[in-house]
Structures are given as C-alpha cells and as structure tokens.
C-alpha cells in the first residue's frame, strides 16, 4: 500500500506491506534508529513517538494507519542544537543510565507534559505508567520531569 | 597517588548522555549493514521432547529465504556453548547451538530461518515441522534430586550437576553449646533480569580475509571472544568482537549464548552478514534467569543473641544446562552467609539440580542476595524468637572496626567496615525509636505498620584471578596524543554504568586536563587490549584502579621528557594542574608539549622511547566489602493486601565515590530491582515446563508509582585493597533492599504471630495471613 507521512517535518513516501509496523517503518525505511523496541506489546513504552502531537506506541500501530499523519521521534526533539527541556531535564538529573528506555521515556514526558504542565511527584510517577525503566528505579526520572517542568513554565513566563 | 580534585568526588554530569538523549546512540540493532540477511529462531514448545524429525521443506520454499539450519548442519561444526565454571564433580552436558535429538527446555533453539527480511524469516519459521514425542518433565529442583525423579541427562544418570560446600568451624559444638535452635526454610524465587534492550548479534564474514567482525548486546566482549572463536575453530586475533551502546545487562549479557556462535557460523556458511534481534518472548524464555534456591537455615544462637553457628542446606535450580557461570553463583551464595556478623562455625551444602527450565545464572547480585535475604531475615526471626529489638540483635554480633581485616568462617577477609557507623546514621535519618512508638500508636489503632531493616555487607569487586574462572585483573591503555588529547581503552564493557564519564573524571584530575579532552573507549576487541569485561561491580574498583595505575606510568615517562625539555633534574620537577615545574629554574612544560615532543621526537633523550602511552593490567589482592543500611517503614491495606512503603532509607558505603550522582543511580536502580524482587516479580513455570512469565504482560516488572522515593545517604571507609579507596557500588542496592522489605512485611503482619512468608509478597499472600 502506498503511504506518505511526515516524520520530523520530513515527506515520506513508500509503497509497503499493510502489516508492517509503524515502528520498523521509522527505524528500518526512514533509518531513525532512536525510536527502541523493548517487548513488542505496548507495555515498555521504548517505542514511544508523537503521532499528529499525541504519544503512541509505534511497536503497535501499522505504517499504513499512520497515512496522512505527522510523526514526531526523538531525533526531532531537539531545535536548532538545543535540547528539549525535557532532554535537558534528563542530562541534568541523571534520569538515565543505558539509555535504551530514555528516548521512549522523554517522548511519553513530553506528552505527560502537555497534558498537564505542573505535575505532582504522584501524577508523573503515574503519568509514566506506560513507561519501564530498569536501571534508574525511576526517581531521578522523577526528577527530570520536574525539572523540565520548571524549566518549561520559565520560558513560557519570559515569552508571556 | 595524587589526584586534583576537580572532577573527582563530584557530580559531574555524564559525557554519554547528549548521543542517548538525542536517540542517536548505537545499539546492536541500530547498526545497518549492506545486504545483511536477518535471522528467525524456531524455539521448543515443550520443556522436555524427543525429536522424531523436522521438515524445513516448506521453509526453504518460503519467499525471501536463503537457508535453514537445523542441529544436524551444525553437528560437529559448531563447538557447545560454554561452562567457564569449575567445581569438583561438576557435571556439564554438551549444550549444542541447535537442539540435537532432543529438547529439554520451553524456548531451546531448534532450527534457524535465514530470509531478506525478518517478517519473511519469521513467516518461514511457522512452516517448519518438527515431530517430537513429549517425555516426563522435572520442574521442582527438590524433586529433581531424588532417585525417582525422571532423568534429564541420561549420560549422567541423576539430575544432580554438583554438591558444593563450604564453611568452617565447629558447627556441632556450636549447636551443642546453644540455648535455642532457630530455623527457616526459605524460598528465592526465579527471576528475570530483563535489561530493555533484548539480546542481539550481528555477524559479518569476510571470506577472503578469513576475519569476523561480530556485535553483540553483551557484558564481555573479550571473554565472548576467545568463546566464540573456539567454538568456530577461528583463530581468536581474526575474531572481532565488538558490545556497541548495550542496553542493561544486570548479568544476562555476561554469557555466551548459542546464538553468538550460530549467527557467525550461518555467515561463514552465506558469506553475508546475518542479524539477529532477540524478541522479548524469546529473552524471557531462552536468556538466563536468576535466583532459584530453595533451602533451610538452622542458627545456633545465645538467648542474649550471640550467634554461634550456621548451617545452610540448599538446593540450586541450575535449569536444563549450564550456562557461562551458573555453577559458581551459588558458590558466591557460600562465601556471604557470615553476613555483617561474627558467627564462628558456619556450614552450607548445595546441591545443584537440572531441571527443565531456563539455566539459571548472574542476575545482579549473583548469588550474594540470596545469602543477604536468608541471613538478614533469619536475623529478624531471631530477634522475634528471643525478643530481642532486630537493631540491638545485628549490633550485638557486629565485629568492630578494629576487627578488620576481619576473617570469616567462608574463608573470607573482609576489607574494612564500620557497621555500627552506617547503621546509626540510617536509624538516625528514620528516628528508629519514635518509629516504633508510631508502630506501637498505629496498632493500637488496628493499623498494620512494619519496620524493616537489613544491615548487609556484600563482595564485590570480582575479583581476584585466583577467586575467579577467567581472570579477575583489568586492563588499561592510557595515551597522551600528539594534540594532548587522552585517549583511553579500559577492558571494562560498561553498559549504563557512566564509566566514560567516572573514568574520565579519574584521568583529568590525575592529568589536569580538561574532562572533555578525555575519551574512554571500550567494547571493541580490536582497539582495546584484552579485558575481562563488566560484572560483579568491578568497573571502578578494579577497571578504574588500571586505568589510575597506567596514567601514572604515563606521567613517569612524561616527567622524563619533560626534565630533558626544561634542562632539570627528574627528582625535582613537580608535575601539577597539567604542568612539569622544574626546581630551582621555575621553568615549565604542560603536558601538551611534552606530548608533542614525545611524539615528533626529535629532541628526546637516548634512553626515551618516543610516544606517551603506557597499559597496566590491575589485579587486585582482595574482593571489596560494601556495606550500609537499609530500612524501609511499610503500611499494610487490611483489605487488600496492598503494601504501601511509607519511607525507604539507604546508608550505604561503597568506600570514595569518584561520581555521587552515578552512585546514586546505582544505589537507586538496585534497590528497585531488589523491592521488586520482595514486593512483585517472579519467573512461574506450570508443572509441564510451560513458562507462564512469558511477557512483560505477565512478568511483574515495577513501574514508576509501584516505586517510592529512595532517602539515601552514606558512610565513607576507604578501602586498602586498590589505590583509589573505592570498593564498587553496583548491586549493593539489589542485595541491601529484598530483606528491608521483606522484613519490614513480616513485621507489619506482627499482630498476626507470622513468622515467615516466601517472596515476592503478593497482596493474595499476605490477605491470605491476615485472614487465616
């Protein structure tokens, strides 16, 4: 089937099978190795991207439902050589060690984010529920959050 | 050694982090090759099957396949996978890449598709038709022992691998001279390591060159190295192996799995590189668990606590066969059931049983949280059998500072520990006695809150040669490059460990250069000389030690040039913040120039050998011996069952801590593997062999709100055992938390008269006690 989306604000277009998954169409076709795959079930979250501003799990969507739609990965984080607030958050407080859950983590924060911009310890720890880490114990991802969160409310205070 | 103190000591933010942030790091599967075939594995249904035939026919017709291999290709052309361990009697099975014959585990490698694609290998997989006569299955390790117990290695004519013991001292008198006998049989359930990325191999041939270039998600790169080239017959200097960015490995990836070896036989076999990723059903199923002991503890103890002896009979589920290490984990279990206390005669007997299931092998800690959780929770069964307060029953038996080298009934001496300092300082930070006043007020009211603590003591720093299969040293290549760049190689294979940063941190302060102009390269066997890898919390204790050693040699050397620059005597000139001083002349060379001067090397003088470069293989004369406390405070739902951790507290003291921020990681990420180990996880098995933990579906990993907020702090004892007085931080963690928890369970559930509960401590489990 032929599809065409756009990834990182990049036109894709390609004729492929109706059963691959999103997932191997951005690391395989696309060659965005950022996006992880950690189970293949939607429970690690590793595979985490944005999908028309929404986080989803790409290990579980097909290529051919996201036609016509706008993909943001983790390569497509960061503007002009600055981090994201969030990957910032990461790098300050330590929030990863292998590093292999952390571009899924960040993604699926970014959403959390969005959707509430000030969350409490309980609500991010919640928030990522979709989410594993197996080397932090979590909280200095914790940490992270919070840190973007701040850093995020100050830089919207300076543009207000 | 002298050091500045600039990066050393601090929370210096990690060097690998910008490429992991952005998703531009490299793990196996992340690497593109050209033409590279990828490859599909048909895994055993049946934990214990006879093999009558396979039909790969409709396979070798599927669309996009090029091969399929089954055990009779491989037979004789690729060697068994590997048992590093030894012990007396030990009973090791061929283990073959591809099953021959017969099957003995759910998830046994049986034949391998090779396609243009993965979707086409794994569609070719599902036609392969294999016949197989299913056979009696043993799942229960106890069982396993006994004479009528089906036989899973007929050669062998048991289902026991080894008997290993160990301890010393008088264990009858001990038991003669007590006043009371306390006993549990205690259960360690399996468990699954899961690292989030799977396992993973890349394998490319190079025909003409007769060379391997080979990526693997793993721990040790060189070990696998020498592995893999003899169970190809290749000669190990044209095998290259290579751990990219791995990510986690908590001792899954310190193996050699068959799929290393077949992933570089089918590439010699096709001439293309070959992939594999490993699926998650396929890394519960086929990459080793962990745990898995079942057994008793008898304590002969004084009625005011004093401890005599104690006696370990247990039995080791090592699983279908043995993997890299499995026999030695429980010998690791052994050599730590002295716990942080002095106990005169101790004595363990472990029988290690085959069972049809997974080979069992290190998952972080590796055999040292068994010994902690029996230990430390024997401790609280103690106190509640004397009465005594838990606290004053673990001071009571601690040896003094003034003890150390303290020397244990296993045979161990113990570095250095001030057990006392650590535990007041954790009861301090909880206010233990205003706690129990709160317990006492909170079951007044029918609440069901519980104190738990577990004062461990761990080995680490594995180890030394003698004390290890392959070599306990590490190795170290530091080299001051023409510009002044460091470059080092470290045999260490971190995989989230941060020790391109902690590394650096040691090299720019020994240097007075910038940590940025500092880079740590590891994992690739051709670049880096030979190493041992990263397991056993080693990397800082003894990989950070040879690369502290080798920077020396390096300032030696550059001292030599440098007095030959500055026309002044070596013994005079001092070298600091990067800079050669000479006395009396105050004239000055920085390190850059004495680089590029060593390396032009046109004014050098007659005994120097041009270039600044030196290696040091480090072997330690001792393990390590962290310890801390931990104490966690824990609230039980009535209702439920639900457990509710109020607070959690962590002293530990790993010695100097070259990166608080990295030993805060690892203390935290330890203590999350632990909790979960207590509260949630557990590999299940039905009694036909078939793994019901198949997924993460069903495999409780924690996720973040099943986790508290960790309040750690530490003591500070160095260590003599290596220069930099660190002692390694890894699973201490893992190791101190399972029996905090635990015991901090089974004390909430006090006004129910519990003694013990086996983990993990399921909501159902403690309803159940509460409402029996």
Redesign the interface.
């Known amino acids: 089937m032929n599809i065409s989306l756009s990834i990182n604000g990049i036109k894709h277009e390609a004729d492929v099978e109706p059963r691959l998954l999103l997932v191997h169409f951005i690391r395989d076709l696309v060659g965005l190795t950022g996006t992880h795959i950690g189970c293949e079930t939607s429970i690690c979250g590793a595979c985490t991207v944005f999908l028309d501003g929404k986080p989803v799990k790409s290990c579980t969507i097909l290529a051919v439902q996201a036609d016509g739609t706008e993909i943001t990965t983790i390569e497509g984080l960061a503007k002009n050589g600055q981090f994201h607030p969030v990957q910032e958050g990461f790098w300050e407080c330590h929030g990863l060690q292998c590093g292999f859950c952390t571009t899924g983590m960040i993604m699926a924060v970014c959403g959390l984010l969005q959707e509430n911009p000030q969350p409490t310890e309980e609500q991010i720890r919640h928030g990522l529920e979709g989410n594993l880490c197996r080397c932090t114990g979590y909280q200095h991802i914790v940490d992270s959050v919070q840190y973007a969160a701040n850093k995020l409310k100050t830089q919207s205070a300076k543009a207000d | 050694m002298s050091f500045l103190a600039k990066y050393i000591g601090q929370k210096v933010?990690?060097t690998?982090?910008?490429r992991?942030?952005?998703?531009?790091?490299?793990?196996v599967?992340?690497i593109?090759l050209a033409d590279t075939l990828h490859v599909a594995i048909l895994r055993s249904p049946y934990a214990h099957a006879k093999i009558n035939s396979i039909n790969v026919e409709g396979a070798k017709q599927a669309p996009g396949v090029m091969a399929v291999y089954t055990g009779n290709d491989v037979e004789g052309k690729v060697g068994y996978v590997p048992c590093a361990a030894a012990l007396p009697e030990l009973k090791v099975p061929k283990y073959p890449v591809l099953a021959q014959g017969k099957v003995i585990f759910v998830g046994q490698p049986v034949a391998a598709v090779v396609a243009t694609d993965k979707?086409k290998a794994r569609d070719a997989v599902d036609l392969i038709e294999v016949d197989y006569d299913p056979l009696d299955v043993v799942t229960d390790p106890e069982r396993a022992a006994k004479p009528d117990c089906p036989v899973i290695h007929e050669e062998f004519g048991t289902n026991v691998a080894f008997v290993h013991s160990a301890g010393t001292g008088d264990l009858e008198a001990a038991f003669k001279q007590a006043d009371k006998i306390v006993s549990q049989r205690l259960n360690h359930p399996r468990l699954a390591p899961?690292?989030?990325?799977?396992r993973g191999v890349l394998a490319q041939y190079f025909p003409g060159e007769q060379q391997m270039n080979l990526w693997s998600s793993t721990q040790i790169p060189h070990l696998m190295r020498t592995q893999v080239a003899i169970m190809l017959g290749i000669p190990e200097n044209k095998l290259r192996v290579v751990a990219p960015?791995?990510?986690?490995g908590?001792g899954s990836k310190l193996n050699v799995y068959a799929e290393e070896a077949l992933l570089g036989w089918i590439s010699m076999q096709l001439h293309k590189p070959v992939k594999w990723?490993e699926?998650?059903?396929e890394n519960m199923a086929a990459t080793i668990h962990g745990r898995a002991q079942v057994g008793t503890v008898d304590v002969a103890v004084k009625n005011d606590g004093t401890l005599l002896g104690l006696k370990y009979n247990v039995t080791a589920d090592v699983g279908a066969y043995h993997q890299l290490l499995t026999p030695a984990i429980p010998t690791l279990t052994g050599l730590m059931l002295s716990g942080a206390y002095k106990i005169p005669a101790i004595s363990m007997t472990c029988t290690g049983v085959f069972t049809n299931k997974m080979s069992t092998d290190a998952y972080r800690g590796a055999g040292r949280p068994e010994a902690t959780y029996l230990i430390e929770r024997i401790m609280d069964r103690i106190a509640q059998e004397l009465k005594m307060d838990p606290v004053e029953l673990r001071r009571k038996n601690f040896p003094q500072p003034s003890e150390f080298p303290f020397g244990t009934a296993t045979g161990l001496f113990y570095d250095s520990g001030d057990y006392d300092k650590a535990l007041n300082k954790a009861l301090e930070i909880v206010d233990y006695k205003k706690l129990r006043e709160e317990q006492k007020a909170a079951r007044a009211q029918g609440r069901l809150m519980g104190i738990g603590v577990s004062t461990y003591v761990e080995i680490c720093a594995i180890g030394p040669s003698a004390a290890t299969p392959a070599g306990g040293w590490e190795s170290a290549t530091v080299r001051v490059e023409p510009t002044g760049k460091v470059t080092v190689l470290t045999g260490i294979s971190p995989?989230?460990?941060?020790e391109e940063t902690s590394f650096a941190q040691i090299v720019a302060d020994m240097l007075g250069v910038d940590l940025n102009d500092v880079l740590v390269i590891h994992g690739d066997t051709s670049i880096v000389q030979y190493g041992i890898g990263t397991f056993g919390s080693r990397g800082i204790a003894i990989g950070g030690t040879a690369i502290a050693m080798a920077t020396e040699k390096v300032v030696a050397k550059a001292r030599k040039l440098a007095a030959h620059m500055i026309g002044a005597d070596e013994e005079g000139i001092t070298f600091e913040n990067g800079k050669f001083v000479g006395s009396p002349t105050d004239k000055a060379v920085t390190l850059q120039e004495v680089a590029l001067s060593a390396h032009v090397a046109h004014n050098i003088p007659t005994d120097f050998e041009p270039g600044l470069v030196a290696t040091h293989f480090f072997e330690p004369k001792n393990f390590t011996f962290p310890f801390g406390t931990h104490i966690c405070v824990v609230e039980l739902d009535k209702d439920t069952g639900d457990v509710k951790i109020l607070r959690y507290v962590a002293v530990d003291d790993c010695g100097k801590q070259i990166n608080p921020?990295?030993v805060?990681?690892q203390v935290?990420?330890?203590?999350?593997?632990g909790l979960a180990q207590a509260l949630y996880e557990e590999v299940v098995y039905d009694e036909n062999g078939q793994l019901l933990t198949g997924?993460?579906?069903d495999y409780a990993?924690p996720?973040?709100?099943q986790?508290p907020?960790?309040e750690c702090d530490h003591t500070e004892t160095p260590t003599d055992v290596n220069p930099l007085g660190v002692k390694g931080v890894g699973e201490a963690?893992t190791i101190g938390s399972t029996p905090a928890i635990a015991n901090a369970v089974i004390d909430a559930l006090g006004p129910f008269g519990v003694q013990h509960i086996d983990l993990p401590l399921r909501p159902e489990k403690l309803w159940r006690a509460m409402n029996n």
């Open positions: 933010k990690r690998e982090d910008p992991l942030i952005q998703g531009l790091g490299h793990y599967d992340d593109k979707y899961i690292a989030l990325e799977t960015e791995v990510g986690g908590f990723i699926t998650r059903r995989h989230g460990q941060g921020l990295l805060a990681g935290h990420g330890g203590i999350a593997q997924e993460l579906m990993v996720k973040a709100h986790l907020r960790y963690g």
